[in-house]
């Protein structure tokens, strides 16, 4: 798949997109430089609609910008992730705590036709179909307990995190487990069973956290 291909006269929300998108899929590195040059050839925008477009990926903490360097994907070290994710944790099973049962069969419906779409981005091998519908399968699930600033500040750190996710978006076996993990949600939903949904919630979180641990280690904490 080429990810870095040219794109004329796209706008500064799609530009973020794209990026978003190489970020959390590993096309584009933690500490890699995005060039404001190489940026304005690629999407034909103005100077000052790139700085917008780092601008608001600093905003999401995907990028850090440092003086004479430019603007880097957000790198972090093994404690900051294990930070990170321990404050999704809480926020997640706390927030598939306030869940009201029975879920309505409207809700479950728009969750099981999400989890169908994603199902067919792993299986087709389209992984920017799958990031996206598995950005929304969590949306919808979360939005379920009907608390927006709750919901406002899972988004913003799983935003955060998108650079130490990218090993359980592009492996196989890793978005096979994801897929079913999925499934396995809607069934706890279906059965009311809110201990086994902040059960499974918790456990979806660990292997991305697991594999960036696990390889900053291996590089020696580089």
């Not at 796209?10 to 060039?35: D, T």
Request: proline share 2%; charged share 30%; with cysteine.
């Amino acid at each position: 798949m080429q990810l870095a291909e040219t794109i004329s006269s796209v706008s500064l929300e799609q530009a973020v997109r794209l990026l978003e998108e190489e970020i959390v899929l590993g096309f584009l590195h933690p500490r890699e430089r995005l060039v404001e040059d190489d940026l304005l050839e690629r999407f034909g925008l103005k100077r000052h609609v790139v700085r917008q477009v780092l601008v608001e990926l600093e905003r999401m903490g995907l990028v850090e910008r440092k003086r004479n360097v430019g603007a880097l994907v957000k790198a972090y070290t093994a404690k900051e992730v294990e930070d990170l994710y321990a404050v999704r944790e809480l926020l997640e099973c706390q927030c598939v705590r306030l869940i009201r049962f029975p879920v309505p069969q409207s809700a479950l419906d728009g969750l099981t036709a999400t989890q169908k779409l994603h199902d067919e981005m792993v299986q087709s091998g389209n992984l920017r179909g799958a990031f996206r519908a598995n950005m929304r399968f969590h949306e919808l699930l979360f939005g379920l307990a009907d608390n927006p600033v709750l919901v406002a500040a899972i988004r913003d750190h799983a935003q955060r995190a998108h650079s130490v996710r990218s090993s359980s978006l592009v492996v196989a076996d890793q978005l096979e487990r994801a897929r079913r993990e999925h499934w396995l949600i809607i069934q706890a939903l279906r059965d009311e069973d809110v201990e086994q949904l902040a059960r499974l919630c918790g456990d979806h979180l660990k292997p991305s956290r697991d594999n960036y641990v696990t390889a900053y280690h291996r590089r020696g904490g580089q």
